[in-house]
Nanobody
């Protein structure tokens, strides 16, 4: 089992920045994929950003150029730096890790961007 603890959510004005962190209870060195997903009001959960074991990344079109995902295997942590935030970025952000073929999810962190 892997527990994921997220932090860094909150309320920010349009154009502001936040950094989300997600720390795992065990080593993520062998994690195939670590990522961030969000669920906005009235919408399905969507992938925002993912980082793979080799370091490659992919992003949703809506966040390209504004969000950056990174991982620190020494700290068992994945980060999401969010800049130039927009009201449509509002939602609950979930961290997810795929380890040995099993997906683990965090409890979610609320991000609210006011206009």
């Amino acid at each position: 089992q892997v527990q994921l603890v997220e932090s860094g959510g909150g309320l920010v004005q349009t154009g502001g920045s936040l950094r989300l962190s997600c720390t795992a209870s065990r080593s993520t060195f062998w994690a195939n994929v670590m990522g961030w997903y969000r669920q906005s009001p009235g919408k399905q959960r969507e992938a925002v950003a993912r980082i793979y074991q080799g370091g490659s990344t992919d992003y949703a079109d809506s966040v390209k150029g504004r969000f950056t995902i990174s991982r620190d295997n020494a700290k068992n942590t994945v980060y999401l730096q969010m800049n130039s935030l927009k009201p449509e970025d509002t939602g609950v952000y979930y961290c997810a890790v795929t380890l040995l073929g099993v997906d683990y999810w965090g409890q979610g962190a609320q991000v609210t961007v006011s206009s």
